[in-house]
């Protein structure tokens, strides 16, 4: 027999508030480390051994270091939009639930992305990773650091999926609705 309660609000899902904190937790993680200086770019790219634009082994990443206030606002845009959206997600606004899963979309299909176009942001070839024999090297170091950048993607990837999946479950949309929920019973 199901029958309605007027006054009874549905049932808050922990993973979906989990979600929610977790991103407002990035968010102010994202923001507070593009506001501290830790690297100035020209530090950056005198510890690489190469000039900005020189197009040498690490032309890519200083392509992007020359960018990187530009590159910076955007992670500051992206930032404030995930608060934002983490934060209706969390009250469980009706319009946070479609515009969250958009955003892990842009989000899965972002990293795919950017996990294929590293290793040419890093300009690798592969004779250079041949003469990388020190782990002083720069180029040693990229390397690493490409490893773990892939890994980090195939983790955001994951993540990303669960949320989109999580998100479009009959019981977590039923959170987002504000018409009263059937009790079974």
């Given at each position: 027999m199901n029958t309605t309660i007027p006054n009874m609000p549905p049932s808050r899902s922990g993973a979906v508030s989990g979600l929610a904190w977790?991103?407002?937790?990035f968010s102010a993680l994202t923001v507070a480390l593009l506001t501290l200086?830790?690297?100035?770019?020209?530090?950056?790219?005198?510890?690489?051994?190469?000039?900005?634009?020189?197009?040498?082994?690490?032309g890519g990443v200083a392509w992007l270091i020359?960018?990187?206030?530009?590159?910076?606002?955007?992670?500051?845009?992206?930032?404030?939009?995930?608060?934002v959206l983490s934060v209706a997600l969390l009250q469980r606004r009706r319009w946070a639930r479609p515009s969250f899963i958009g955003l892990m979309s842009a989000g899965?299909?972002?990293?795919?992305?950017?996990?294929?176009l590293t290793p040419l942001t890093f300009g690798f070839m592969a004779d250079a990773a041949g003469n990388a024999t020190s782990p002083d090297d720069p180029v040693a170091g990229l390397i690493g650091a490409l490893?773990?950048?892939?890994?980090?993607?195939?983790?955001?990837?994951?993540?990303?999926a669960w949320a989109i999946w999580k998100l479009t479950t009959p019981a977590?949309?039923?959170?987002f609705e504000r018409t009263p929920v059937a009790a079974v019973g």
């Open positions: 977790s991103f407002i937790g200086p830790l690297l100035p770019g020209e530090a950056l790219v005198a510890s690489l051994g190469v000039e900005a634009g020189s197009g040498g082994l690490t020359e960018r990187s206030n530009t590159v910076a606002g955007l992670l500051m845009v992206g930032a404030a939009v995930t608060l899965f299909v972002g990293v795919l992305g950017g996990a294929a490893a773990v950048l892939i890994l980090f993607a195939t983790l955001l990837v994951v993540l990303f977590v949309r039923a959170e």
